[in-house]
């Protein structure tokens, strides 16, 4: 779809503004007859990463699926067409916050997502639409994104939703709902970015906040896919459990819970779900879980989302975890435009780690070449005992080592907690210190408790900020928790040919 430049206007953090083209973007809501014509959505702010709107989504309100003929999106520079994904009853959610985004005198109503991706400050995109129906259709536009923006914490994904006088209605604007036929539904998960390999809760809570009774209500949680290595679609996570799924016999990727019926109007239900995200495939992607319920009062099935972030979303900045180094191998296989990381500069990176290191420098820890490091970082599901899964962690470390990422000489009280915190009583004072430690348990090897504790400690390293960095406020020796003296560690003098 063609971008075209604007003269950017003076605004904190992207400001998503819709009008059409011929109105130009004059304050207050816009109202157009039903037939064909330019849309808008511009990013009025000024250009600057954070003013950056990413992954921009136009959001199309109707009051009828019946009522509709046609309605068409297409790029206003090649004509080329926009997709509509399935229309979905309720109110739409903010994609990071998972909140419900503001009404605008519009929802809950039948609402659909059109993707249009990243949108700087001072750029727009034209949309032509066309909308034909019955008398009484009504059609809405607005449209939502996420920002970054640095915060004493770090990264902070931020909610981007144009505010209301900024959208776009075909008709009369809607209003009325059926007020027997409510439901409110929401989702949400504990992490928002999951590393690969984390377990993820997952929370639904149900709502009959409509003035009649439901029959024969049921929940349906849609598990999500992603393309797999041989191009089939397999399941972006692997279901643990919770409150009783129940997989449905046609595809097997459907979970379902019948709730109890009637659902008395006021009653409320919650249910957890519980997932691992085990699959290669969906490291490096957004994985949109969605779950709707339905009864024979609803007209429409009423949904809501949890999306998720595998991988590690802190781009060069500080260590990162298997997650991303599996999501580099990946990608330098399938030749991506986007890949991280050049197969040279990998490739260099691990015979440098096979020079330095003990425990990848033969059988049965070879990581030599681009295919081993990849079984390595993408198959936690494979290990076999606390020494496979120490491993899989220790190249991870090296990794970050030998990339630049993390120094050798950098303190470990220095750092501060990532996703993974440290263990308490950890004796090594720099990395050094701890991969010395740590091949050392490896070659003994040590029993299964002491592998475990190592495993813990690396990971939480690999996850962790560094000095400096946004979001490192309060480093581990400031916490009470770091710990010296008289710990578990067992430290080597030295490995040969490792660096000094």
């Known amino acids: 779809m063609g971008v075209l430049l604007v003269s950017p206007v003076a605004w904190a953090g992207p400001q998503l503004w819709l009008y059409p083209q011929e109105a130009g973007p004059r304050q207050g809501g816009h109202i157009v007859p039903p037939g064909e014509f330019t849309l808008v959505v511009e990013n009025q702010s000024k250009t600057s990463d954070e003013n950056t709107a990413q992954d921009v989504q136009l959001v199309v309100a109707i009051n009828d699926t019946v009522s509709i003929a046609n309605l068409a999106l297409a790029a206003h520079s090649d004509g080329s067409p926009i997709e509509l994904g399935d229309w979905t009853y309720g109110i739409p959610m903010l994609p990071c916050s998972e909140k419900p985004m503001p009404r605008h005198g519009v929802y809950p109503a039948y ?21 034909e129906g019955e008398a009484d259709l009504r059609v809405h536009f607005d449209a939502v994104a996420i920002a970054w923006r640095h915060t004493g914490k770090g990264p902070k994904c931020s909610d981007v939703s144009n505010p209301a006088g900024h959208d776009v209605s075909v008709g009369e604007r809607p209003g009325g709902h059926d007020e027997c036929g409510r439901v409110t539904i929401t989702k949400t998960s504990e992490q928002k970015f999951v590393d690969f390999g984390d377990i993820v809760i997952f929370e639904i809570e149900i709502i009959n906040d409509g003035a009649c009774d439901l029959t024969e209500p049921v929940l349906r949680d849609y598990v999500p896919t992603v393309k797999g290595d041989d191009g089939s679609r397999v399941p972006a996570f ?131 070449t681009l295919e081993l490091a990849h079984d390595w970082l993408c198959t936690p599901q494979s290990a076999e005992g606390a020494a496979d899964r120490l491993v899989r962690h220790l190249l991870t470390l090296w990794l970050n080592v030998v990339s630049g990422r993390v120094a050798l ?57 560094l000095p400096g960095e946004p979001g490192c406020v309060s480093p581990l020796a400031t916490t009470g928790r770091r710990r010296a003296g008289h710990g578990k560690a067992k430290v080597m003098s030295a490995v040969p040919g490792a660096p000094r």
């Not at 609402?111 to 909308?131: K, S």
């Not at 919650?270 to 609803?298: I, W």
């Open 111 to 131: 609402h659909a997502f059109a993707a249009l991706g990243d949108l700087a400050g001072g750029e727009r995109y034209e949309i032509d639409v066309v909308v």
């Open 409 to 465: 000489g950098q303190a470990l009280d220095e750092l501060c907690d990532g996703d993974e915190l440290m263990p308490e009583d950890v004796v090594p004072a720099t990395v050094w210190e701890l991969i010395v430690a740590v091949e050392e348990a490896l070659l003994l090897p040590a029993d299964d408790q002491e592998l475990g504790y190592w495993s813990e400690v690396v990971d939480a390293v690999n996850n962790s900020l």
């Open 238 to 368: 692997k279901v643990l459990g919770g409150t009783d799924p129940t997989p449905s016999e046609d595809d097997g990727y459907l979970l379902e819970w019948p709730l109890t019926s009637p659902f008395a109007s006021g009653e409320q239900r919650g249910v957890r779900l519980e997932v691992e995200f085990d699959e290669p495939a969906a490291d490096g992607r957004r994985v949109v879980n969605r779950a709707c319920v339905s009864a024979e009062e609803l007209r429409k099935p009423r949904c809501a989302a949890a999306v998720v972030f595998v991988g590690n979303p802190r781009g060069d900045s500080g260590p990162a975890g298997p997650g991303f180094w599996c999501h580099a191998t990946r990608f330098i296989f399938e030749e991506r435009w986007n890949a991280p990381i050049e197969a040279e500069d990998f490739e260099a990176w691990l015979s440098e780690i096979g020079d330095s290191s003990e425990v990848f420098h033969e059988p049965p820890y070879d990581a030599s």
